[in-house]
Structures are given as C-alpha cells and as structure tokens.
C-alpha cells in the first residue's frame, strides 16, 4: 500500500534569506509527517501595514518551494498539494506533476 502525503502550505511570513531560497512561513494544513522547514526561491517580499511579512511570487515567473519533513514511516509515494492564500480565498498552486518523488532531493 502506498502512502501519500498531502502538503497545504500557506505562504505568509518571509524570515532567514539565503542564497536562493528564503525560508518562509508556513501553516501546516492535515501534513501526514512532520514538516520541519518550508523555503521558496523566486519570492518577493511585502510588508503590510500590520508589519507582516508577505512572500508574493510574479505572474510569468517559475518559483521552487522546497519542503523539509520527518516521516514516521517508510514512503513508497509523495504526492504534493500546495495552497496559496490570496486575500480571503485559498487557491491551489497549479502543478505540472504533483509526484514528489521525481523531483525531490
């Protein structure tokens, strides 16, 4: 039986910048594991009036997210799912192929 994994990430809350990634804040939204770190290249920052820190990402523009998570178990297949909050509505970010372990690292 495969095991998937379902990752609802609200981007919110820029902190630490590094080179390329920026790590950001997340909401964990039904993760099966343990998310310990989310981190996202191609972010721009805003301030709000409240003082928040928001990671915007530019129409036209090819962000990577990277998810940094503990499983409890053996994983034979990781599906991604990410949401973004825009406004009051969340919305799915569209994704060319929601397998996670072709591409992960």
Avoid at 34 to 56: R, W, Y
Avoid at 80 to 85: G, S
């Amino acid at each position: 039986m495969s095991t998937s994994v379902i990752f609802l990430a609200t981007l919110f809350a820029v902190s630490y910048a590094s080179a390329d990634f920026q790590k950001i804040g997340f909401k964990d939204c039904k993760s099966k594991f343990k998310i310990l770190d989310v981190e996202a290249s191609g972010c721009h920052i805003k301030q709000t009036p409240n003082g928040k820190k928001l990671c915007e990402f530019i129409e036209g523009t090819t962000p990577r997210i990277r998810i940094k998570f503990i499983p409890d178990e053996t994983v034979t297949s990781l599906k991604t799912q990410i949401k973004a909050k825009i406004g009051q509505t969340f919305l799915e970010f569209p994704m060319a192929d929601a397998d996670a372990c072709k591409y992960g690292g």
